[in-house]
Every structure is written in structure tokens, then in C-alpha cells.
């Protein structure tokens, strides 16, 4: 069973940084790009992130880049976000996805079950 | 950046009903190599993660009930839940994964009178 479990949320104050991490266990972790996808309380879904199979390739929206760092430890099975320089407009759940596609653009076949981010003073 | 339009916004039926939820792309998610849309459907039901229906615009994922139907191509897209049950109360949305970022629309709330 395909399972991916998110950490590290919490509150912060803006202009901080929070570390979140993904542990996938179910399928071969090293074989599938995956993603960070937020939604804002009571607002839809945002795709912020997504990292290749290897790691060799990132992509960010435009409103994180320079800010927050996807990365990935295969031997551990598990997915990073770094988050920098955090803004209230970052404050969301973050999900954690898997790519079904190997490309730079996908859908994205199991979510986590989210890891809440305030961003507040 | 691609933009997904949704309609309607919200919807209210009984159990037993039919129901249409419209998306639409400000540019075709039909690749001409392939011949495929790119574009998904996902269901979030409230206080949960969302879930993957639908994908290349009419491809169930495994073990989503055959009552859930998507259909359409290019820019106009269309998902159909047949004899809607209690248990689809839930938000549903459309995504592009044809460039990216990839994009959602702002999705559609299914109520049950």
C-alpha cells in the first residue's frame, strides 16, 4: 500500500524558515518524481514544487522560487521542503504527492494526508 | 500559465441523480503526438486529502466506480457522476498537466439536497 506520511508543520513567524519532510513507503520511492502541492484554508489546490525521480531536475512556482528547496534522500525514501524567508500568503497545507509521469508536469496518483503551515506573528 | 475554469461552482442534488461538472483550459491539453488530453480530475471530500479519479481526461484510476465518467478534449472537458450516492459529497477539481505549473481549477462543491 502506497503511503506518504508529511512532518514538520507548524506555526512560524514570517520571514522564518520550516523544514517539511515526506515518508513514502509502499512503492519504489527512487522511481517516481514527486511533488508539493498546498491549499490555503478554505481555498483550492496550488501546486508549488516538483523534484525528478533522481533529483537532478526542480521546478518551483514562480512565488516560491529563491525561497523554498524541494530535495530528496532515496536511500531514506523520503521528500524534503525547505521553506525560507516564509510569508502569511505561504500559510496552507502542504501535501505531499507522487508524479505519475516522469516529466516536468504530471498528475499525481497519492497524496499525503497534509501538514499544516501557519505563518503568523 | 494555463488557466482552468470550472463550472458551476457548486451544485446541489439528490441521490440518484446525474451531475455535470464543466472545465475549461485557456489553451488545448490535447498533445498532438499522442493524441492525449492532459488533463485530470480529483475528488476531496471534507477533512480529507484529495484523490485521484480520472486522468488523461477519461481513464478511471484503479478502483474508482464506474459511475464517475470523463470525457471531452482540447479545451472543453466534462466529468459525469451517474447515480450519485451520499458518500460523493465532496469538492472536485480539474487539473492541467499539459505545461507547467501545472494548474488546478477552483473547483466545484457537490451538495446533496
Known amino acids: ?3 506518504l506520511v508529511e ?3 507548524g506555526l512560524v513567524q514570517p520571514g522564518r524558515s520550516m523544514k517539511l519532510s515526506c515518508a513514502a513507503s509502499g512503492f519504489t ?4 518524481g514527486m511533488a508539493w502541492v498546498r491549499q490555503a484554508p478554505t481555498k483550492g489546490l496550488e501546486w508549488v514544487a516538483t523534484i525528478s525521480y533522481d533529483g537532478s531536475s526542480t521546478y518551483y512556482r514562480d512565488s516560491v522560487k529563491g525561497r523554498f528547496t524541494i530535495s530528496r534522500d532515496n536511500a531514506k525514501s523520503t521528500l524534503y521542503l525547505q521553506m525560507n524567508s516564509l510569508r502569511s500568503e505561504d500559510t ?3 501535501y505531499c504527492t507522487r508524479g505519475r509521469l516522469g516529466y516536468y508536469s504530471s498528475y499525481f ?3 499525503g494526508q497534509g501538514v499544516m503551515v501557519t505563518v503568523s506573528s | 500559465d ?3 475554469t470550472q ?3 457548486s451544485l446541489a442534488v439528490s441521490a440518484g441523480e446525474t451531475v455535470t461538472i464543466n472545465c475549461k483550459s485557456s489553451q488545448s491539453l490535447l498533445y498532438s503526438g499522442n493524441q492525449k488530453n492532459y488533463l485530470a480530475w480529483y475528488q476531496q471530500k471534507p477533512g480529507q486529502s484529495p484523490k485521484l479519479l480520472i486522468y488523461w481526461a477519461s481513464t478511471r484510476q484503479s478502483g474508482v466506480p464506474d459511475r464517475f465518467i470523463g470525457s471531452g478534449s482540447g479545451t472543453d472537458f466534462t466529468l459525469t457522476i451517474s447515480s450519485v450516492q451520499a458518500e460523493d459529497l465532496a469538492i472536485y477539481y480539474c487539473q492541467q498537466y499539459y505545461d507547467t505549473p501545472p494548474t488546478f481549477g477552483a473547483g466545484t462543491k457537490l451538495e446533496l439536497k
Not at chain 1, 520511492?29 to 517516481?32: L, W
Open chain 2, 7 to 9: 463550472s458551476p461552482s
Open chain 1, 109 to 111: 496518483d497519492y497524496w
Open chain 1, 92 to 94: 496552507a497545507t502542504y
Open chain 1, 7 to 9: 512532518s514538520g508543520g
Open chain 1, 1 to 3: 500500500e502506497v503511503q
Open chain 2, 2 to 4: 494555463i488557466v482552468m
Open chain 1, 29 to 32: 520511492f527512487s522511481n517516481y
